[in-house]
């Protein structure tokens, strides 16, 4: 397993952040960890950002991932909640480009495409695929199985790129047929 790379997949949001924590040798993905961050609801937004910020420093100080996948601020048609998410964001996204880690970013849909095989795939079919292709995570929280299917897309795309398809973007572009 010398060649095994740690990919941390993160699902932000203010109230809770999921994340996830894979292995990929070759082809083979397997399970690390998966947890969620939960700021306290009453604590002011700074301080709420602050817990998100440090949560996913020690996830990367206790799994020491070597790169890190985002899923996306999907719009929302409140304005004031996406600015929020935005914020939640941008606090996770932090910390592993702090560490110095590969932060790539993924949609929704690419992250669904990727894990189930269609874009429109609801919480409860990505939670199935989650369990099928990690059987050893046991049932994680929607939240934690969102982030540990941002973490396949990532292995997926850079998987693809490794054989010269281009960027992560493209990459899925390529998967969906889209070019």
Known sequence: MANTIRILGLDPGLRKTGWGVIAV?????????HGVIAPDDKAPFSDRLL???????SVIERYLPHEAAVEETFLNTNAQSTLKLGHARAAAMIAPARAGLIVAEYSAKEVKKSVVG?????????????????PTAGGPTADAADALAVAIAHAHARKARALGHGSARHTLAAMRGVA
């Open 51 to 57: 817990t998100l910020f440090e949560g996913v420093v």
């Open 118 to 134: 269609t874009g429109g795939a609801d919480k409860d079919q990505v939670a199935y695929m989650i369990a099928r292709l990690l």
């Open 25 to 33: 040798d070759g082809a083979r993905l397997s399970w690390v960890a």
